[in-house]
């Protein structure tokens, strides 16, 4: 069942190429950001703001880092949900996401099978829209 697409935002090229393939493996199709600042645009272009299904956000990058990514995110495009991949596991950072309702916070590196079951689950959910 493939539902959309995924946005993967990480300044790291070599963990993006990881990810992609595996979700492209996966049967899901992709699309990458390398910061917060291009995921906007790649948010607006195209339907992507109605396609995408699951979004996957780092959190320390340069220009729009991870956290005011989210913020906008949050803000302009609510339905969709997001996960959090970082590098550096913060107990504190993690509770403060999940309260402005990121849906998962995934350490790097990621487990592929860990991996799978988060987004399978998103996407089978569908889009968080309140009223």
């Keep these: 069942m493939v539902t959309g697409k995924i946005l993967v935002i990480d300044d790291e090229q070599d963990v993006r190429d990881v990810i992609r393939l595996q979700l492209e493996q996966h049967g ?8 917060g600042e ?10 992507n703001l109605v396609n995408i ?7 320390r990058m340069p220009k729009i880092n991870g956290i005011e990514a989210i913020d ?23 509770v403060g996401l999940m309260r402005k ?6 350490v790097k590196p990621v487990e592929k099978e860990r991996l799978f079951k988060v987004v399978d689950q998103l996407i089978a959910a569908g889009k968080d829209f309140e009223y």
């Design 28 to 35: 899901l199709h992709v699309l990458e950001a390398e910061n």
């Design 101 to 106: 309702g990121v849906k998962d916070y995934l």
């Design 53 to 59: 299904g699951v979004i996957l956000c780092d959190i």
């Design 72 to 94: 906008y995110l949050k803000k302009n495009a609510p339905g969709i949900p997001i996960v959090v991949i970082t590098g550096y596991p913060d107990t504190e950072l993690a």
């Design 38 to 47: 291009e995921a906007i645009k790649v948010l607006h272009s195209e339907n």
